[in-house]
């Protein structure tokens, strides 16, 4: 049993064990297990409907969990749950701002509602506000903000009541680059300044390099936990891109010489060799075809994400969609889920 | 339990960058005052969307006006021959005080369907705060912006020959303050269930148009058919528009006719329904469905 104490040193922000979420039929958490440690940027990669969101919303008390458990900031979602929501910071995927009113005056109302002690609401409000960069914004109605600037504002208040704990729930989904680029340069701000466990979710590969750690969710389930780069190290092999004038006997030719397998990717030849360098010079000494070009790249996530699941993260995803709609049809001509 | 409840700063020096202090601040353990406090708060959003609505309040006394002057000046004189020289518009008033509330309370209660749709339910919903607190919040929130509404109509009063008495207004505000609060918590009960906003409206208008005309707002209830007499005992709204007929007709010079054919009361059984017993009944009626309301959003997820 953890108890935090007041400087928020309890020993893991997250910790879920066995947890399990079935609605009806489908089964959209298949029993995870993991911990986050205190101070973590700690990361949910997977595609759309890999159970990401059900996992997040289960940890802040919105969905009840089928089975298994998990506690946050010490304690359990289901038994304690007030507690749970006084101590965790939330950013959902859809907008949930009062779009009628300002953006002080949303902040203002977001630290009444949790209670925050009324002489700090200015001066928390002004740090969050000028830590996203919308403090000379804040008596603009909310309305008339772009998306961009509403997700920043539902970061700060999401941050208003000094949460241990952040939820980001596809913080920079629909966004551009730019944007995107800037609001993780908010959570990596926040993380040197304030004492925060930031548990995110997202289906950007790059993005989740940011991250102290991964966890890759795919049907359901954790099918990797680790570091970005401890991931990819564990992919063994490094990219080896080759462009041949015939690209199919180039590929037979090195399952012969080297008993590597190669495929076709956009024009090229390309395979994985645990040490590319090493293996670049030997491939011109004794390969038989003419090289026109080669390039070697180390492993990324999107590797990782292929060597656990067999799958790139975005064929995941059209997977999802044509069976989402394969459902939708199923349901609109009349039969059963 | 070793939370802290402690309710003070605690600043720290930033440990890189700009240097300036972090404001660390600390969310109490949920109590009553912490449940008072969330009431009052969504009380008051609902106070400021009204005041930033302006819309909002004249559309939803157009409604009223045009039953009271468009339709009590076109149908004066058909009516003559039953008022006893009462103007109909008049007549009609206390009938008109009941709807102006009961379409704005019907609003007030459809925000909640906005605020889902725009997601900030969601942000109330998590907050650490019962939802019964939000639930309730709304309801007066809802109460007080038709009682604002309901105090536009009091005041044209004479305008229809109803003149201004201190006992009598505050006598038709408590009453319109009753409706008000259970119209609204009737209107939350429907939006735990309906999720969209059209079939919200469509929902809202298919029971209160029925429950406006049968009510007795716009006819005496004395002497109706049977069956209207019946369904109009059956409707709840009966309750809200006869006392309310009855506190500004105590304050009007009518003669007796006009009184005993006016303003003859809701009878059950020929016993005559007691003011209090009326107010009772909406008070009642409106407290179970705010039961209703906080059952149905505590049981969501």
Not at chain 1, 223 to 236: C, E, I, Q, T
Not at chain 2, 160 to 167: G, K, L
Not at chain 2, 282 to 288: F, K, Q, S
Request: charge should be neutral; proline fraction near 4%.
């Amino acid at each position: 049993m953890t108890s935090p104490d007041s400087n928020g040193t309890s020993t893991a922000a997250i910790s879920v064990r066995d947890l399990v979420k079935n609605f009806g039929e489908v089964r959209a958490v298949r029993g995870v297990n993991f911990e986050v440690a205190m101070g973590e940027v700690f990361g949910f990669l997977g595609p759309n409907g890999a159970g990401k969101t059900t996992t997040i919303n289960m940890l802040c008390t919105l969905a009840k969990p089928t089975s298994g458990e998990a506690s946050v900031a010490g304690h359990d979602v289901v038994t304690e749950r007030d507690d749970v929501r006084r101590n965790i910071g939330l950013v959902f995927q859809d907008p949930t701002l009062d779009g009628y009113l300002t953006a002080a005056q949303n902040l203002q109302l977001h630290a009444e509602l949790y209670g925050v002690q009324s002489d700090l609401v200015e001066p928390r409000m002004r740090q969050v506000m000028e830590m996203v960069g919308l403090w000379d914004r804040k008596d603009s109605v909310v309305g008339t903000f772009s998306g961009g600037m509403r997700r920043r504002l539902e970061i700060a208040r999401g941050l208003m009541h000094s949460p241990r704990v952040l939820f980001l729930d596809e913080p920079t989904i629909g966004l551009d680059p730019q944007t995107r680029r800037s609001i993780w340069t908010y959570i990596r701000e926040l993380k040197e300044r304030e004492e925060i466990t930031i548990f995110m979710t997202t289906h950007y590969m790059d993005e989740a390099e940011w991250c102290d750690r991964i966890a890759i969710m795919d049907h359901g389930e954790i099918v990797a936990l680790d570091s970005p780069d401890a991931l990819k190290a564990g992919v063994g092999t490094d990219r080896v891109t080759i462009a041949t004038d015939d690209n199919d006997t180039a590929i037979a030719a090195l399952d012969r010489q080297f008993g590597v397998e190669a495929k076709v990717s956009e024009g090229a030849v390309v395979f994985g060799v645990p040490a590319g360098e090493e293996f670049v010079p030997r491939l011109f000494a004794e390969f038989e075809m003419p090289i026109r070009s080669v390039s070697v790249s180390r492993p990324t996530l999107d590797d990782v994400f292929m060597s656990y699941t067999g799958t790139t993260i975005r064929d995941a995803e059209e997977d999802q969609s044509k069976h989402r709609n394969r459902v939708m049809m199923q349901m609109m001509t009349g039969g059963r889920r | 339990m070793s939370t802290t409840t402690d309710t003070r700063a605690e600043t720290t020096e930033a440990a890189a960058g700009s240097g300036t202090p972090i404001v660390r601040v600390s969310v109490p353990e949920r109590s009553l005052r912490s449940e008072l406090r969330a009431i009052k708060i969504v009380w008051r959003r609902e106070l400021i969307r009204y005041r930033s609505d302006r819309l909002r309040m004249v559309t939803t006394l157009v409604q009223p006006f045009l039953f009271l002057f468009v339709l009590g000046t076109g149908l004066q004189s058909v009516a003559a021959a039953g008022t006893h020289g009462v103007n109909l518009k008049t007549f009609i008033y206390p009938g008109i005080l009941c709807i102006a509330v009961m379409f704005t309370a019907m609003f007030s209660a459809a925000s909640i369907v906005w605020d889902r749709e725009f997601g900030f339910l969601r942000e109330m919903m998590v907050a650490p705060i019962r939802r019964s607190s939000i639930v309730i919040g709304k309801c007066f929130g809802g109460a007080t912006v038709a009682c604002l509404q309901g105090i536009v109509i009091i005041v044209i009063g004479p305008l229809v020959h109803v003149p201004y008495n201190v006992v009598m207004i505050i006598e038709v505000f408590f009453l319109q303050l009753l409706l008000a609060f259970s119209i609204t918590a009737f209107g939350v009960m429907v939006a735990a269930r309906i999720k969209q906003m059209q079939s919200f409206m469509g929902v809202m208008q298919m029971i209160v148009t029925p429950m406006f005309f049968i009510s007795g707002a716009l006819f005496p209830v004395a002497g109706l058919a049977t069956w209207l007499a019946i369904l109009n005992r059956l409707d709840p709204l009966t309750y809200a528009v006869d006392p309310m007929r009855r506190a500004v007709f105590s304050h009007l010079h009518i003669s007796p006719a006009a009184q005993q054919s006016l303003n003859s009361g809701v009878t059950w059984f020929g016993w005559r329904v007691p003011t209090l017993l009326e107010a009772a009944v909406i008070v009642i009626l409106g407290v179970v469905m705010l039961g209703i309301a906080i059952w149905e959003f505590s049981a969501t997820e």
